[in-house]
């Protein structure tokens, strides 16, 4: 199976810059995954297709200010890095640009040296080891100096960074927003829960598993980059029985399908409570838990627009995907959603 296999060719004046005004305004393309119809809707008609035989499963994960501006002590080289996920209290793992200069030993000074990071180990793909020294709390410090990690497609400035954050987001650790959970409201929240539809949350910390391109040319030559994720004794517990009871779960976001099928077991029973996981979803993939899921659109060639189509089926994809951008649908993280079912 090639990776271009799941191109399409996608005008850029339908990549969303910026949010809409309000979350639960966007548009919503319905897709029934065993006929292929296809219905447009907005995002708050949502509450008609949830009912209390529904499970909604969200990742509560909180995305931090990942992106740090420094310069190599050395030679006063300007050098980005993004904040991948934490070894220890001071290390993290990070991607680097440009990784070339960072050897071990590098030191890399930010905001005039209230932050300072040492290369501890140097791996493939310009990630790095890094170790950081600093007084206080790094979070006290990586607020004050961070950026907002938002994708290399989006060029315009996010006035509110809370828009690049779930309403439901409380975990911190994510270097990218689980952006299918971007629509929702409070209040949809709440109308949903006063319908019956039981809702449920899962830790998973968006890295480059979820947002690494796919370089292969054949997507079994590609490597998906490990992800933590958390899944409480007592969710697990509900998910089980729920599932056991004919429920129907629903998870919002590529994030939530990846932590429910990274734990379900070949019983269809959630056996890990948390973990990393490395898992790559892709067709030919049979899912032992997930039923029906609300996701943004996703880039070409992308791990996960290999997802849904292992869920949907790669011809109705395709077919919605034409559809959508026909129709004129908002791609990307500030896009418009879908509810595959």
């Not at 292929?36 to 499963?57: A, P, Y």
């Not at 904040?83 to 930010?110: H, M, V």
């Not at 959630?270 to 659109?297: C, Q």
Request: net charge negative; charged share 30%; glycine share 6%.
């Amino acid at each position: 199976m090639k990776t271009n296999d799941f191109y399409f060719d996608l005008p850029e004046d339908l990549i969303a810059q910026v949010p809409l005004k309000n979350r639960d305004e966007s548009r919503l393309m319905t897709l029934d995954k065993n006929t292929g119809e296809i219905k447009h809707k907005t995002f708050r008609d949502i509450l008609e297709c949830l009912n209390d035989n529904d499970i909604l499963v969200l990742n509560n994960t909180r995305v931090i200010p990942a992106r740090l501006f420094g310069f190599k002590a050395e030679t006063n080289a300007e050098i980005e890095i993004l904040l991948l996920s934490r070894k220890d209290i001071n290390t993290w793992e990070a991607l680097t640009k440009p990784a070339k200069r960072l050897k071990l030993g590098t030191r890399i000074i930010f905001g005039d040296g209230l932050l300072i990071g040492v290369v501890k180990e140097l791996q493939e793909e310009g990630i790095r080891t890094i170790e950081f020294e600093y007084e206080g709390i790094f979070e006290d410090v990586l607020d004050r100096l961070g950026n907002m990690p938002l994708p290399p497609y989006i060029h315009e400035k996010l006035e509110d960074k809370e828009r690049y954050q779930t309403v439901y987001s409380k975990v911190t650790g994510s270097s990218a927003a689980p952006t299918a959970g971007l629509h929702f409201t409070p209040e949809i929240l709440m109308e949903l829960k006063n319908k019956g539809v039981q809702i449920e949350y899962v830790t998973l910390h968006v890295g480059l598993g979820t947002f690494r391109p796919v370089k292969a040319e054949s997507i079994f030559d590609h490597t998906m980059h490990k992800e933590y994720f958390e899944i409480a004794e007592d969710v697990k517990n509900r998910l089980n029985e729920a599932k056991k009871n004919g429920k129907r779960i629903v998870c919002v976001g590529t994030t939530s399908v990846r932590t429910l099928e990274s734990s379900a077991n070949i019983i269809n029973n959630l056996d890990r409570d948390s973990g990393w996981t490395d898992i790559f979803i892709y067709p030919s993939y049979e899912f032992k838990f997930v039923d029906a899921m609300i996701t943004n659109f996703h880039l070409p060639e992308s791990t996960l627009i290999m997802m849904i189509s292992a869920f949907a089926g790669k011809n109705y994809i395709m077919d919605a995907y034409e559809e959508a951008i026909k129709e004129k649908y908002r791609f990307f993280s500030f896009g418009d959603a879908m509810y595959i079912f």
